[in-house]
């Protein structure tokens, strides 16, 4: 491994779909760090999205590494919802890696590989690169059509200028296609990366100014360089450990990315990766950027686990992590202890604990408004109003999924708004856990490994916090 690769895989698009958090889009602070009432999707816990915002700060000063966070509370009492928030108040630059407590337990890798992997998810690197660009203007871009339609590849010449010189390139199919994607004409300035051959629009060039309203308020324009069309040019990547681990792993590395079909990766190539990583930063080439690792139903984990993450808490590239319960005095995972949420004492006392707290009605009624805003659902006041009540009487998630079933019932029966009808009637197919509780023991001896008596059932489930 005598060159490392690096690669930039932030471009990739996020696919945003409805679920169960996106109408969260910050933790809803201002600027002094106090919590709005209601902002950025987020309603009322106001305590808890304050101590999150101080989390916030102590990781955008980039100073604080290893330090954890507990975020505990029942369950729907927007845990999971916080971390988001906080997630989204980062920035991209930021990383942040979410896992789930059950989710290390896979086959194809040891659980600590797992967590060891989650934890350089969530490590950045900055890293600064000297790259040869062509910037200039565009003169003319000239594409020759192959005499037989289809025949060989397409060929071409680009012209391009400085204030001071102007040059012809040859262009292949790959630069051909390029141009057309990034839609470059004459008048373009733009820069093209010698070693990817990446095209980057800057802007159009003044002397087209003219042309101003053809091309609308949008277009910037920028002045034609000067100097030489070749120069080299400081550029900044941001990619995680991990990222640098996988590709580096492996002869596929960089699609393994895509298909997160990583496997384990070997301690040698890491230790290299670090000791790389480590002169790059004393050259003054690359900066560690800790970012936060969110590992929520962390009472899933076990005892191994856990001293894992003491152990890497302590490294100095540790980033911050957040973690998320919803147990109370329970056992540790892999051992006969009890333990205040299921976590051994060495570790919980590293944590600084944030509680959140049940919501009250007009908290789950707004909440509840903001969900039909983001599912596009239109509801009478006097559905909500029902909604609200069932959300007080059973949870807050069972009243959420409503929802979008109300919605369907509305559809079904061609109605434009979701009336209490839809509601009742979504109500009676869908069961929330108290009358499917109440079901279960009516109907058990029905049911495969119901021996167990519904009692016994409560008492192993005991250990949430919920009674
Ligand atoms: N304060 C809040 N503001 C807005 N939405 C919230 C808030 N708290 C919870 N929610 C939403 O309610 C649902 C349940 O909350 P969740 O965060 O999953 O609870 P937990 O993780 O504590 O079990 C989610 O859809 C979440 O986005
Ligand atoms: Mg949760």
Known sequence: MAELKISETRDLTRIERIGAHSHI?????????????????????????????????????????GRAVLLAGQPGTGKTAIAMGLAKSLGLETPFAVISGSEIFSLEMSKTEALMQAFRKAIGVRIKEETEVIEG??????????AVAGAASKTGKLTMKTTEMETVYDLGAKMIEALGKEKVQSGDVIAIDKASGKITKLG????????????????????????????????????????????NS???????????????????????????????????????????????????????????LNRALENEMA???????????????????????????????????????????????KILDIRCQE???????????????????????YAINLITTAALACQKRKGKNVESEDITRVYSLFLDVKRSTQNLMEYQNQYMFSSSSAKEVEEDDGNAMVS
């Open 25 to 65: 889009r910050g933790l809803g602070l201002d600027s002094a760090l106090e919590a709005r009432a209601v902002s950025e999707g987020m309603v009322g816990q106001t305590r808890a999205r304050r101590a999150a915002g101080v989390i916030l700060q102590m990781i955008k000063e980039g100073k604080i590494a």
């Open 137 to 146: 203007e565009v003169l003319e871009v000239q594409i020759d059509r192959p």
């Open 204 to 247: 159009r060039s003044f002397s087209r100014s003219r042309d101003y309203d053809a091309m609308g308020p949008q277009t910037k324009f920028v002045q034609c360089p000067d100097g030489e069309l070749q120069k080299r040019k400081e550029v900044v990547h941001c990619v995680t450990l991990h990222e640098i681990d996988v590709i």
């Open 250 to 308: 492996r002869t596929q590395g960089f699609l393994a990315l895509f298909t997160g079909d990583t496997g384990e990766i070997r301690a040698e190539v890491r230790e290299q990766i670090d000791t790389k990583v480590a002169e790059w930063r004393e050259e003054g080439k690359a900066e560690i950027v800790p970012g936060v690792l969110f590992i929520d139903e962390v009472h899933m984990l076990d005892i191994e686990c856990f001293s894992f």
């Open 319 to 365: 980033p911050i992590l957040v973690v998320a319960t919803n147990r109370g005095f329970t056992k540790i995972r892999g051992t006969n202890e009890k333990s205040q949420h299921g976590m051994p004492i060495d570790l919980l006392d590293r944590l600084l604990i944030i509680n959140t707290e049940p919501y009250t009605k007009g908290e789950i009624r």
């Open 375 to 397: 599912e596009d659902v239109e509801m009478a006041e006097e559905a909500k109003a029902l909604l609200t009540h069932i959300g007080v009487e059973t949870s807050l998630r």
